[in-house]
């Protein structure tokens, strides 16, 4: 089992920033990939970033040049830096980990709110 607590959500005004934080604590041993996806209102929940172990990274193509994600071993912490924040960036963003074994554990999300 992996428990994950998010931190970091808020409003921010347009072209701000923001860093979102997930500590991952349980049978921490065994993630492989880390990574955070968002639901806007009324839209499908959708993948922003993951990164492995070894550290590759990957990007949806809508926050590519913006969004940085990245990852702390030592501490089993996963973050997402969010610069340049636009309104359609609003949303649930929920911190999410696979096992080596393939298991998916999910966080309890935090907003984002992008307005002026």
């Known amino acids: 089992q992996v428990q994950l607590v998010e931190s970091g959500g808020g409003l921010v005004q347009p072209g701000g920033s923001l860093r979102l934080s997930c500590a991952a604590s349980?049978?921490?041993?065994?993630?492989?990939?880390m990574g955070w996806f968002r639901r806007a209102p009324g839209k499908q929940r959708e993948l922003v970033a993951t990164?492995?172990?070894?550290?590759?990274?990957n990007y949806a193509d809508s926050v590519k040049g913006r969004f940085t994600i990245s990852r702390d071993n030592a501490k089993n912490t996963v973050y997402l830096q969010m610069n340049s924040l636009k309104p359609e960036d609003t949303a649930v963003y929920y911190c999410?980990?696979?096992?080596?074994?393939?298991?998916?554990?999910w966080g309890q999300g935090t907003q984002v709110t992008v307005s002026s």
């Open positions: 999410w980990v696979v096992t080596s074994r393939g298991d998916a554990y």
């Open positions: 349980g049978s921490i041993f065994s993630i492989n990939v």
């Open positions: 990164i492995t172990s070894g550290g590759t990274t």
